[in-house]
């Protein structure tokens, strides 16, 4: 069998499980790829590069286009001399339809926390201590206090701080949520609080 025969397979096995995927250079040269939509292929390949030098082994990232948001598995290969990543992509179904629930990657929430009141006026260095603890702990940590007290930046601060920030920032407005939005968060497979390692 061919080498374009096995891509066909591969790129209808990929379909069929609602993904596709392409392997990428650190220009975000794409090297192969089961795509169909060059300009997508293209706009993927372009937002994983300009990320490749912030993010780890396994990274998640995601990505808005055109009214929808794509959900980007990153991961270097030993191919090329280790010069390849894989990029598998899928539509977060569900997630961008819903009033209230942002996602977001590191970048997103650095640029939000430094241009922030918070971030100008207290920056990185209020919260390092309270910061280092929690995770030292190991433990879930509950932000609470008066309604613009700082909790969301001090949640971005954990987030850019913590282990998980090569993977997505979920920001869940509840008094935004319709009624449909509550079933999706408390019933959905595709709901942040079922997934791993988001913050």
């Known amino acids: 069998m061919d080498s374009d025969a096995k891509l066909n397979i591969l790129t209808e096995a990929l379909a069929a499980a609602g993904a596709s995927a392409l392997a990428i250079d650190a ?14 292929e293209r706009d993927v390949a372009a937002f994983v590069a300009e990320r490749l030098d912030r993010i780890g082994d396994g990274a998640r990232l ?44 590191a970048d997103e929430v650095e640029a939000r926390y430094e241009s922030s009141a918070y971030g100008i006026v207290e920056g990185a ?14 433990v879930p940590l509950m932000l609470e206090g ?6 969301v930046e001090i949640a971005k601060r954990l987030y850019l701080d913590g ?37």
């Open 146 to 151: 008066e309604l613009g007290a700082g909790q």
């Open 27 to 40: 220009r975000g040269d794409v090297a192969i790829s089961t795509m169909n939509d060059a300009a997508l």
């Open 62 to 105: 995601v990505m808005g286009r055109a009214g929808t948001r794509l959900s980007l598995a990153v991961r270097p290969t030993d191919k090329e001399g280790g010069g390849l990543w894989v990029v598998v992509v899928r539509e977060v179904r569900g997630a961008a339809a819903h009033a209230g629930i942002e996602w977001l990657n």
């Open 163 to 199: 282990p998980f920030a090569d993977q997505p920032f979920v920001s869940v407005a509840l008094d935004e949520l319709t009624e449909r939005g509550w079933r999706h968060v408390l019933k959905s497979a595709e709901s942040p609080l079922f997934q791993t390692e988001l913050t």
């Open 125 to 138: 260095a209020a919260v390092a201590a309270p910061v280092a603890e929690s995770y030292a702990r190991g």
